[in-house]
RNA sequence: GCGGGUGUGGCGGAAUGGUAGACGCUGCAGACUUAAAAUCUGUUGUCCGUAUGGACGUGCCGGUUCAAGUCCGGCCACCCGCACCA
């Protein structure tokens, strides 16, 4: 319709170019930035909308409101596009971004365009070249061996989600794992800033506190030493070439430093486990027969925490045994596939009455399983407690069927016998560091940010390597190290490693032929800082200036409003945390955490579909008979995958631009506010789209109508019905506000509803009164159909556009109410309603609702009891 | 496997421990129309009843409370994340 003729009056009229205005207080509101993929989808349409209701809503009430855009433009897709079509990464990605920004365009959101920036533009990714070499002086960027999938096939680098069921997405080989150097960030190093500060930001949904303070995972524990020893009984030949490697004398072969957790039940120990990739393990287990063979078998499992943590536990025998600090016991060394080396030592001692995973290893190996913890206290007749705990009250007898985890007191532990759990922990630690057999150490969960790509489409690492000098860092001066332009993706593998020349360089310490490092940034490295970027987009020589970082990062607060998905809760916003602290440590900012206030929106699903191979389809390609669907040209059966988050990879998007098209902007937005709460998943559906449509419609036919019959002054004087309408009306302003401010945007939609419902159903001569709660209904709904109030507003005789027009002001006068109705119970159930005044006293409550016809028949051969009465709320009457 | 979340009519959902189902979608009935669409009016949790009315009802089992969708304990189902997708 006429939706275009608004956004090219913002436009002219520069509504939403924002500047630094010390005098005003600025409001930064920020959506997570989009990959550019092609074409918008339903999950930006619902992020840009909530971040346009809160920006438009926010420069009402007053404030200096930046809201900018970008693009999220390194990733793997531009690079499979590479492959798959013979197309540039930049080209592909450009013409995306260009695509894309027409159709943002279009859905009139009030973003100040002059700031838009794409990461893969050198003027971006020069700043973080710099801002790495900067971490490397500090200490915060290093070099180390870390594990990658590799396909042996195309001998080339897998992410995760391009190992399908263990095998290399377009070989179908087999996934190794390899070892490569690495460039790491010292997250690590920040692990208890992180964690104290996201405590305290109560302005986050609290699921996403949680989920980065488990992430991050601070433990206090114990880290001892076992001593490794020979088994003193060699059984039979299977250890047969144990004796001839060391001396037979001395039974002390070294120590395995252990972390664990549980210092408590270290009588239950019953065997001590090492990472497969552990230097004790290849030490011990090396020249043993099937070695190799277990180590190949764990190495097939892929690198993710998820493939380690659900493959079926597995184990190799040492033959060696280690010898209990505290206790002189001696357990057998296994070698375990699911003890992972970047956490805590490596090792760790095993425990299977007190922990799930030990419990199947020692079921499998059978190994000793050795209760300590009792649910019940020592001083209560044991086995007594009824239940379905009763096998570890009484462990002795029973065979557990899993492990116990639940609090309790020590048993079978000699001198820690009776204590509490946490006693036992204290006392343990206590012993071990009195004999300097251990000590009690803080480990985090948190691993350092592995930030290598052996990638095209990413920003290049600024780092060159000499024969002579080592590692040296491109100087600044040089900086960007850009990506050449052109590139073969014909062989697998990175492509920067392959191009003919770009490696080759001088070295900048001693000017001889030198190598660049081919690997690119991880592509949450260009997400991690934009949200400064954005604050002085042009800077040339900084990544943002400082005073104009000081006026919209300050020091006390980053990004207002930060919307996004929740599957970013944890990397994304961890690693951007982490950023803005490394880059405040190297003084380009004041600011520490760089988002304020994050709302998660829930994730736009829709149903997916299979085909046999595995292959995925999209809904249109299928047709649904019931619970089976089959393939719409090939009749073939197709797997139904269920609803899941929309995904490209799962070709299950919705493409929301025919949406657009057909009903306009407004009517996408406002349906897309209008149902689902914004925090939770919103399944899509063609249904209520024509709803928002003929909504729209009618409240726009409704007020041209009417609008020249109303009078523009105001009367001394309202009619009841002109009173009940103006209660209404000003009932809603504070009303969507709370709610805007809330995010509860579907049920400011609602109160915006009700209003139009009493406008339209207004009965009485056309009155001033009408005319002011149009007027509110306006102003209300403008953050979420902007085009629609100005054309309205405009029509209405108003001169100035509704983006220079403040939110509404209640009058508090016409929200009291004199009377109200609350419900009466008998015995919990409601029997009755009954209207009092609204200041009425507990008494007079009392007395109405013993009155009360339903009352009276429920209390029918009752005798009352007890009156409870909640002023304004409920009576409930007790009876019996 | 570990961490986090969600579960309420035919559907999306609303409800500071206090009248469950606001607001909307769909359906049904009616008005207007030659007809259809659009629009307007009414109605719409289930069951019993002609009706006044009653019983049941917020994933399942149990508990706390005068009162539980909401709080507590135990389950079930689904969804998200798990460090190289973004």
Redo the contacts with the bound molecule.
């Keep these: 319709q006429s939706e275009q003729k608004w956004r090219t009056k913002w436009d002219e009229a520069k509504s939403f170019a924002t500047t630094q205005d010390s005098t005003r207080e600025k409001y930064y509101v920020l959506e997570m930035f989009p990959?550019p993929s092609g074409r918008i989808h339903v999950g930006h349409v619902r992020n840009y909308t909530l971040g346009d209701v809160v920006a438009r809503y926010k420069t009402a009430k007053g404030f200096n409101v930046i809201h900018p855009m970008g693009w999220?433009a390194f990733?793997?897709?531009a690079e499979n596009a590479a492959i798959e079509n013979n197309r540039h990464p930049a080209e592909w990605t450009h013409e995306n971004i260009d695509a894309m920004r027409a159709q943002l365009k279009t859905m009139g959101l009030s973003i100040d365009w002059s700031r838009e920036f794409a990461t893969c533009d050198p003027d971006y990714y020069r700043h973080e070249q710099a801002m790495f070499l900067d971490f490397l002086e500090r200490g915060i960027a290093y070099r180390k061996e870390s594990v990658?999938?590799w396909d042996p096939v195309d001998n080339t680098?897998?992410?995760?989600?391009q190992v399908v069921d263990g095998k290399g997405w377009r070989t179908g080989a087999p996934v190794e794992r390899r070892t490569?150097n690495?460039w790491f960030l010292r997250i690590t190093d920040y692990a208890e800033e992180l964690l104290t500060e996201v405590k305290k930001l109560d302005k986050w949904p609290?699921?996403v506190r949680?989920?980065q303070e488990?992430?991050i995972g601070k433990s206090q524990g114990l880290q001892f030493k076992w001593t490794i020893c020979h088994p003193e009984h060699s059984e039979g030949s299977l250890n047969g070439g144990i004796d001839s490697s060391a001396s037979p004398q001395n039974d002390i072969l070294g120590e395995i430093e252990v972390f664990t957790t549980r210092p408590d039940t270290l009588f239950g120990a019953s065997f001590v486990a090492l990472a497969p990739d552990h230097p004790l393990s290849k030490e011990l287990a090396g020249n043993k027969e099937g070695f190799e063979a277990f180590l190949k078998e764990c190495q097939s499992t892929g690198?993710?925490?998820?493939a380690i943590?659900?493959a079926d536990k597995l184990g190799f025998d040492t033959g060696y045994t280690a010898t209990h600090p505290l206790l002189g016991r001696e357990v057998p060394i296994y070698i375990a596939n699911f003890i992972l080396m970047d956490y805590g030592t490596g090792a760790i001692f095993g425990v299977p009455a007190h922990d799930?995973?030990d419990f199947d290893f020692a079921t499998k190996y059978n190994l000793p399983i050795l209760p300590v913890i009792s649910s019940c206290h020592p001083e209560h007749s044991e086995g007594s407690q009824a239940g379905d705990r009763d096998s570890s009250a009484s462990p002795q007898n029973d065979i557990l069927s899993e492990a116990y985890l639940g609090d309790g007191h020590l048993m079978n532990s000699q001198w820690l016998d009776g204590l509490t759990i946490e006693e036992a922990k204290a006392e343990v630690i206590k012993r071990c560091e009195a004999n300097n057999t251990g000590k009690g150490v803080t480990q985090f969960?948190?691993?350092d940010?592995?930030v290598?790509?052996?990638r095209y489409w990413g920003c290049p690492i600024p780092i060159i390597y000499c024969d002579d000098c080592g590692v040296v860092p491109v100087p600044k001066d040089q900086l960007p190290v850009e990506l050449p332009k052109d590139i073969s993706f014909d062989k697998p593998g990175n492509p920067l490693a392959h191009h003919p020349t770009w490696k080759n360089c001088a070295c900048p310490k001693c000017g001889k032929d030198a190598t660049r490092e081919t690997d690119t940034f991880?592509?949450?490295f260009e997400s991690s800082w934009y949200q400064f970027r954005y604050c002085d987009p042009r800077n040339e020589s900084l990544p943002v200036a400082k005073d104009k970082a000081a006026y919209w990062m300050p020091k006390n607060g980053g990004v207002d409003q930060y919307i996004g998905g929740?599957?970013?809760a944890?990397?994304?916003l961890l690693y951007a945390r982490f950023f803005t602290k490394a880059m405040r440590d190297c003084g380009y900012v004041d600011c520490s955490e760089p988002f304020t206030g994050l709302f998660t929106q829930g994730?736009v699903?829709h149903e997916s579909y299979q085909d046999e191979n595995g292959k995925w389809l999209f809904p249109s390609e299928v047709i649904k008979e019931g619970d089976t669907a089959k393939h719409a040209e090939t009749g073939a059966p197709v797997k139904i995958r269920?609803?899941?988050?929309m995904?490209k990879s799962k070709k299950n998007v919705i493409d929301p631009q025919d949406i657009i098209d057909t009903y306009g902007a407004d009517a996408a937005r406002l349906f897309i506010l209008?149902?689902?709460?914004p925090e939770?998943?919103l399944?899509w559906s063609e249904?209520?789209i024509?709803?928002a449509w003929?909504f729209i419609?009618?409240l726009y036919r409704v007020i041209i109508e009417v609008k020249d019959a109303l009078p523009t002054d105001k009367p001394e004087n309202f009619t009841e019905e002109e009173q009940k309408l103006r209660a209404i009306a000003h009932g809603a302003i504070d009303g969507v506000a709370n709610d805007i401010e809330k995010f509860?945007l579907?049920?400011a939609?609602?109160r915006i509803?009700?209003l139009s419902?009493a406008i339209t159903?207004f009965k009485g001569n056309a009155s001033w009164a009408q005319r002011e709660a149009i007027e509110i209904l306006i102003r209300l709904i403008n953050p979420m159909t902007p085009h629609l109030a100005e054309e309205l507003w405009a029509e209405l005789g108003h001169t100035e556009m509704l983006t220079a027009t403040p939110w509404p002001v209640a009058d508090e006068s016409l929200l009291k109410t004199d009377t109200i109705?609350?419900?009466v119970?008998v015995?919990?159930?409601?029997?009755a309603?009954i209207t009092l005044a609204a200041d009425a006293s507990k008494d007079t409550a009392e007395q109405e609702a013993l009155k009360a016809q339903?009352v009276i028949?429920?209390l029918e051969g009752l005798q009352v009891r007890?009156v409870?009465v909640?002023p304004g709320?409920?009576v409930?009457v007790?009876a019996g």
Excluded: C
């Excluded at 680098?157 to 989600?161: H, I, P, S, T």
């Excluded at 269920?642 to 988050?645: A, E, L, S, T």
């Design positions: 990959y999220d990733g793997l897709p990658v999938n680098v897998l992410a995760n989600e490569l690495q609290e699921k949680i989920m488990n992430w690198t993710s925490e998820e943590a659900q799930q995973r969960r948190l691993r940010w592995g290598s790509r052996q991880d592509t949450f929740v599957e970013h944890v990397l994304h994730m699903t269920g609803i899941i988050k995904s209008s149902d689902s709460p939770r998943d399944e249904a209520g024509e709803g003929r419609n009618k509860q579907n049920k939609v609602a509803r009700e419902n159903g109705q609350i419900g119970q015995n919990g159930k409601v029997r309603t339903g028949r429920a007890k409870i909640v709320k409920i409930n007790v």
